[in-house]
């Protein structure tokens, strides 16, 4: 059974970090490339960060460039984004995703950046 655990969210203050999880299982971790997805409501789901399946190579938003990190443990079946410098509007729910010969989705969680 394929599964995406997402973890790590709650509530940061402006300028502040977190560091979103997202531990994979059920499928060849290392097969699949692994992004993460933020939506607020009323909005589309949009892509956050994104890194190939051996984690040589990464791509993000420009709205996130330089502040957000995505890396991987092919070791742990693990993906996880770093986030720093955190504005209100990173506010959003998170999802993971895995993106391969099938696509995966973890069930969110929750990023709230206010003071």
């Known amino acids: 059974q394929v599964r995406l655990v997402e973890s790590g969210g709650g509530l940061a203050q402006p300028g502040g970090s977190l560091r979103l999880s997202c531990a994979a299982s059920?499928?060849?971790?290392?097969?699949?490339?692994m992004k993460w997805f933020r939506q607020v409501p009323g909005k589309e789901r949009g892509l956050v960060a994104a890194i190939t399946g051996a984690g040589g190579g990464t791509n993000y938003a420009d709205s996130v460039k330089g502040r957000f990190t995505i890396f991987r443990d092919n070791v742990k079946n693990t993906v996880y984004l770093q986030m720093n410098s955190l504005k209100p509007e990173d506010t959003a729910v998170y999802y993971c995703?895995?993106?391969?010969?099938?696509?995966?989705w973890g069930q969110g969680t929750q990023v709230t950046v206010s003071s």
């Open positions: 995703s895995a993106a391969g010969p099938y696509d995966y």
């Open positions: 059920g499928f060849t971790f290392s097969n699949y490339a």
